[in-house]
């Protein structure tokens, strides 16, 4: 592996690892993992379960940067949701039964966008 300008490999540098350096942020990986016991209560292990009918979480030494959506990204996610929203109060004003569930409807659809693109 080479030197980067300052004498360290890209793992060692973290000048050159920063992602205004205009290099990729490392993607991290798991230190451990957390999955249900069969006795109960939950186990640990350095590699997730195989074959077992409940998940397993990844263990990181720091919570993984999360992306934000673009506007535009909010804009196409949103649209169908906002649009039942917004034909909903235009017929029946903002008062009317089922406004809540439209705005919640809406703030999933937000909420799914952004754990899909921080999760892949």
């Known amino acids: 592996m080479g030197k980067c300008e300052h004498g360290l490999?890209?793992?060692?540098?973290?000048v050159c690892a920063s992602p205004k350096h205009g290099a990729a942020e490392p993607v991290q990986e798991p230190v451990a993992w957390r999955f249900q016991s069969a006795?109960?209560?939950w186990a640990y292990g350095s590699q997730p379960p195989l074959g077992r009918k409940y998940p397993a979480y990844p263990l990181y030494t720091a919570p993984p940067e999360r992306l934000p959506l673009t506007e535009?990204?909010?804009d196409v996610t949103t649209a169908?949701?906002?649009d039942a929203l917004l034909d909903h109060i235009y017929e029946y004003?903002?008062?009317?039964e089922g406004v809540?569930?439209?705005?919640?409807k809406l703030c999933r659809a937000v909420e799914k966008a952004v754990w899909e693109k921080n999760h892949g």
């Open 93 to 96: 004003g903002t008062a009317a």
């Open 72 to 74: 535009e990204e909010i």
């Open 39 to 41: 006795v109960g209560g």
């Open 80 to 82: 169908q949701e906002r």
């Open 100 to 104: 809540l569930e439209r705005i919640r």
């Open 9 to 14: 490999t890209s793992k060692e540098c973290l």
